[in-house]
């Protein structure tokens, strides 16, 4: 299916409607803030996976059964269920059986910790984000630099409020999500809104070698964040100086500017 | 870390080191054919899944502990681990625990079921080599567009061989890792290989909605796989026309060409 150059952009002559999902599930204080700053945007559908999918990336169910389940977490207005699933498995079930129409917005997290940068590849947050984009649905996927189940959202709200609206009111261009990361300093202390590419930057793995009582290896993957991108247009960059981050992020994974190299490769020999 | 402009370029004065991983298991006879054929190419090490990973994305293992088991298929010259992680796990506890160098090649596959367009967001075989590719590893994710277990990969291997030696040979750049995808036909009907770019295209998922024997509602996940790309330069192309394709792929999401548009957006409001 073909969408429209710029999908979402929104007439606001009525309330939108937002699909929300999440991937450290539907009870955490991420999704619930996000919750409660949508419910003053628009008509709030709420689709999270029932249990903590962090890590997931972009992993569907394939191999075994989905349930859903309406639930209620408070007395806000908005209507929302759990499903067994992965945050893609969430947006694939909300647009084909729980919604009465394509959303107008899909928004994911807000995430208890960091997105930016390579994270974007592990993400379950940013995974539904791009599933909905996948699907024709402007999304947007947020995250707060702080893994704590008591992280506070507070600070985040008012910029999850602005980048929501401009995205509603601007759209954005079919084939595109949002990133947006939001550093865990006081709000006062935040220097604006910065846009941003994707920092070069990945985990060196080191995995915890222990023993089973049995006296078998197993491990635990633990690792260090390394940034050595030193370039001030990223994501990275623009955290570490007191900025939210948004990088536009694309789901064509072409790398076009290898084609006329590997074009010369003697392939057909 | 930072790589070297050109990853990979082997002087083959020895012989390279070659690890081997896939999304459907130690077992599958894709993987099989995959050893066989690189036996002829390296040294090889095996660290794949101890069971089937399909649609695992890029999921990595957080919150369960991994074992690896040293595993003897048949007589070849290759070392093999099974892995309990997905492919993403394979390769970081390949690269940190069981190797002893650095491989100079990383390849996944061959898949059981095409990855070409949409389908290499959502493919463990092509997050296997994503994941190498992050660790400055040159990679490539094999897929033969046959689903089936006996799957026959004997037209694959002379492909598999060429473009693996090619890569050895010419390097692939940081950054980059190929994602191969072959046609299930006659290898006397394949016309040649063609470098191309992700298809624009979608699974438009059709729901099949249950009720378990106590009545409650379930689903499983299936799908219609809709090309609406009308290009002849794409990997759906190709494999519809009788061609191998090849699509270098890369992990920068970043959606440079809407940063532009993003900065006119009215965020600090």
């Given at each position: 299916m073909y969408f429209s150059e710029c999908i979402g952009a929104h007439a606001m002559t009525k309330k939108p409607l937002i699909l929300i999902t999440n991937d450290d599930g539907i009870s955490a204080p991420g999704i619930r803030a996000l919750i409660s700053t949508m419910n003053e945007i628009g008509d709030v559908v709420v689709v999270a996976p029932d249990s903590p999918q962090s890590g997931m990336g972009h992993a569907i169910t394939l191999d075994s059964t989905l349930f859903t389940d309406e639930v209620y977490f408070d007395d806000g207005p908005q209507k929302?269920?759990?499903?067994?699933?992965?945050?893609?498995?969430?947006?694939?079930?909300?647009?084909?059986?729980?919604?009465?129409?394509?959303?107008?917005l899909c928004v994911s997290g807000i995430n208890h910790g960091s997105n930016a940068s390579i994270n974007v590849i592990y993400s379950g947050t940013m995974s539904a984000a791009?599933?909905?984009?996948?699907?024709?649905?402007?999304?947007?996927?947020f995250s707060l630099l702080d893994y704590g189940w008591n992280a506070n959202f507070e600070a985040s709200k008012a910029y999850v409020k602005s980048i929501t609206k401009n995205a509603l009111a601007q759209g954005i261009p079919d084939g595109v999500v949002l990133n947006?990361?939001?550093?865990n300093i006081d709000k006062s202390?935040?220097?604006?809104i910065k846009i941003c590419r994707q920092a070069k930057a990945n985990w060196v793995e080191e995995f915890d070698k222990r023993k089973t009582p049995q006296g078998k290896d197993y491990y635990w993957l633990t690792g260090k964040f390394v940034n050595l991108d030193g370039g001030e247009d990223t994501d990275e960059w623009?955290?570490?100086?007191?900025?939210?981050?948004?990088?536009?992020?694309?789901?064509?994974?072409?790398?076009?500017?290898?084609?006329?190299?590997?074009?010369?490769?003697?392939?057909?020999?």
């Open positions: 929302e269920y759990s499903c067994s699933g992965t945050p893609a498995d969430c947006v694939k079930i909300a647009v084909r059986e729980l919604l009465d129409r394509k959303p107008d791009i599933e909905a984009g996948i699907e024709g649905i402007p999304a947007i996927g947006v990361n939001i550093p202390l935040i220097k604006g623009a955290l570490e100086n007191g900025y939210v981050s948004i990088v536009p992020t694309q789901f064509d994974l072409t790398a076009h500017h290898f084609i006329k190299n590997l074009n010369t490769w003697d392939l057909n020999e």
